[in-house]
Each structure stands twice: as structure tokens, then as C-alpha cells.
Nanobody, 124 residues
Framework: QLQLVESGGGLVQPGGSLRLSCAAS????????VGWFRQVPGKEREGVVC????????YYRESVKGRFTISRDNAKNTVYLHMNSLKAEDTAVYFC?????????????????WGQGTQVTVSS
């Protein structure tokens, strides 16, 4: 069974940092493109940071450039989203996804595997 499990969400003050984790099981995450998406109630899900297989391309949503980064730990079969200088508008449920189209210009939602999501709330 192909599975992604996110963790690391929570409540953080504006300007703070969080690291989200996405652990894969049933497949090798390094073989695929990976991505982080987020969704606010009433709005469409949006791509945040995505990386292609072999780490050739990385997509960053304009609003997170310079603040968010993505990394992989192949030994742990895990991908991370490092979020710094968090803002209230970053509040959302964050999802990780695997095996999806990624280029430097886009991060497509047509992923084969999705996690269940983790809530990130940025508030004082």
C-alpha cells in the first residue's frame, strides 16, 4: 500500500518556523517528484513547493520564495518542508504528494499519492 504521512504541523507565532515531515511507505520516495500543497477552507488547494525526480527542478510559489524550502532524507524515505518567517496567510492544511508533474514553472495536482494533511496555524 502506497502511503504518505505528514507530521509537524501546529500553532506558531508570526515570524516563527516549522518543519513539516512527510514519511513514505510502500514505495521509494526518491524515485519520484514530491510536492507540498496547502488549502484553506473555501479556497482551492495550491502548490507551495515541489521538487522533481532527481531534484532537477524545484517550483516555489511566489509568496513563499525565500522563506520555504524542500529537502529529502532518502535514508528515512522522508521529504521535509522547512518554513521560516511564517505569516498569518500561511495558515492552512498542508498536504504532501508524490509522483506528480513538476517543473520550475508549475506544480501539478495530478499526484498519484497524497497524504492526509497537517494543520499549520500562524497566529499570535
Amino acid at each position: 500500500q502506497l502511503q504518505l504521512v505528514e507530521s509537524g504541523g501546529g500553532l506558531v507565532q508570526p515570524g516563527g518556523s516549522l518543519r513539516l515531515s512527510c514519511a513514505a511507505s510502500g514505495f521509494t520516495l526518491d524515485d519520484y517528484a514530491v510536492g507540498w500543497f496547502r488549502q484553506v477552507p473555501g479556497k482551492e488547494r495550491e502548490g507551495v513547493v515541489c521538487r522533481s525526480g532527481e531534484n532537477k527542478y524545484t517550483y516555489y510559489r511566489e509568496s513563499v520564495k525565500g522563506r520555504f524550502t524542500i529537502s529529502r532524507d532518502n535514508a528515512k524515505n522522508t521529504v521535509y518542508l522547512h518554513m521560516n518567517s511564517l505569516k498569518a496567510e500561511d495558515t492552512a492544511v498542508y498536504f504532501c504528494a508524490a509522483d506528480l508533474p513538476v517543473s520550475n514553472a508549475y506544480c501539478d495536482e495530478r499526484a498519484r499519492v497524497w497524504g492526509q494533511g497537517t494543520q499549520v496555524t500562524v497566529s499570535s
